[in-house]
């Protein structure tokens, strides 16, 4: 295995992995710690969950770019800073050339509009006690937009748009499926005409028939309105259908970032290895080289206290003495093309195909095996 050349700082920015000539949203150590509070009778923090710690990404105009990861890895909390829901603890987010890590509401104002979020459950995004009419058009009297032809009539056209019947203008949200709620939530992000959507696992509550549906939707408004997307999810084969670029995130961390092609047949982080060997896949033909098999032990460690070094280091089966003392940087390593950064010590041969045998990485599930062999 290669070890890491490491670049000049430039190269291992967020800004270099963009292959957009325009980037819209530049992301620099991102970081929120929610604080943890304890004692009696005066409360105290006694410490604090490191849910997002440092992630570096870029975003260009009219680009998707993919945010995969296990559970618990940060990847809603990453979406939520980029939209200013939550308030980052530390790091840097230019949206258009502007700073608005800490802007006040009133000069977020302009910017609200143009960065609009697709939440993840459908059923409790949507005010129950509202119609679809009066739901969609909220955004645009909120903001104080007129449409030409009035809002009630480019409420019908988003309906139009997101393949609902414009005649359900005046019914509420307990009279749809799932997949027609979450198409209610696209028209109701898309009233705005935004620059930038966060799509924070839009399809992970639908049932598995309406997912594409969904996904192909939304691919349809990108491609027509060229609007730039985060895309939010944990199932990779929609991510790698949706997304041109794809970021990995680690228990807060981002540890490879690269175009889809590199990502899913090149990958250098042990952990993206891990991910991409657990997605299920069909053999039509009994003589191609099948891919490699990963099982990790245990689980995510806490984000309370996250392991020194490299995160990953306690679930790595190339782990040395150097992955707890230093934590890896996130650059372009040898063997790897233009843009595609990788956070690893040790980083993995850029295959997926069977390496000959197994990792597992559970003594017990081992023993399990070989007893069964016998």
Not at 136 to 142: A, D, F, L, N, R
Not at 170 to 186: A, D, K, T
Not at 282 to 302: F, K, T
């Amino acid at each position: 295995m290669s070890d890491n050349l490491t670049l000049p700082a430039q190269q291992g920015s967020a800004d270099a992995s963009s292959p957009s000539p325009e980037t819209l949203l530049t992301v620099e150590g991102l970081t929120k710690h929610f604080p943890i509070y304890g004692g009696f009778p005066i409360r105290r923090k006694v410490g604090a969950v490191q849910a997002v710690d440092g992630v570096d990404l870029s975003v260009g105009v009219g680009e998707s770019v993919g945010l995969v990861g296990e559970s618990g890895c940060g990847k809603s909390t990453t979406g939520r800073l980029i939209t200013r829901l939550l308030e980052p603890t530390a790091g840097r987010i230019t949206y258009a050339g502007q700073d608005i890590t800490h802007a006040t509401r009133r000069q977020l104002a302009p910017v609200r509009s143009e960065i609009q979020m697709i939440f993840q459950d459908p059923y409790s995004s949507l005010n129950p006690r509202q119609t679809v009419g009066t739901i969609i058009k909220s955004p645009m009297e909120v903001n104080g937009i007129e449409p030409a032809g009035g809002r009630e009539k480019k409420v019908r056209e988003l309906l139009e748009l997101v393949g609902l019947n414009p005649e359900h203008y005046n019914r509420f949200p307990h009279e749809f499926s799932g997949g027609q709620r979450q198409r209610i939530g696209v028209a109701r992000a898309l009233a705005l005409n935004p620059k930038l959507i966060i799509a924070d696992e839009p399809v992970s509550a639908l049932d598995v028939s309406i997912q594409a549906q969904v996904v192909n939707l939304l691919q349809k408004v990108q491609d027509e309105l060229g609007i730039a997307f985060v895309f939010i999810a944990h199932d990779l084969a929609i991510v790698r259908h949706f997304s041109q670029r794809i970021a990995v995130m680690y228990l807060g961390k981002v540890v490879e970032v690269g175009d889809r092609d590199s990502i899913y047949n090149r990958p250098r982080h042990p952990y993206t290895h891990a991910l991409l060997s657990a997605v299920p896949e069909v053999e039509i033909d009994a003589e191609e080289d099948s891919r490699e098999r990963i099982r990790l032990s245990g689980d995510v460690p806490s984000p309370i206290h996250p392991p020194s070094g490299c995160r990953f280091r306690t679930r790595c089966w190339k782990a040395q003495d150097k992955c707890a003392t230093e934590e890896p940087p996130l650059v372009q390593i040898s063997g790897n093309r233009g843009g595609h950064l990788t956070a690893c010590h040790f980083p993995e041969d850029p295959t997926t195909e069977d390496r000959g045998e197994d990792i597992v990485l559970d003594p017990a599930l081992a023993a399990l095996e070989d007893d069964a062999a016998k």
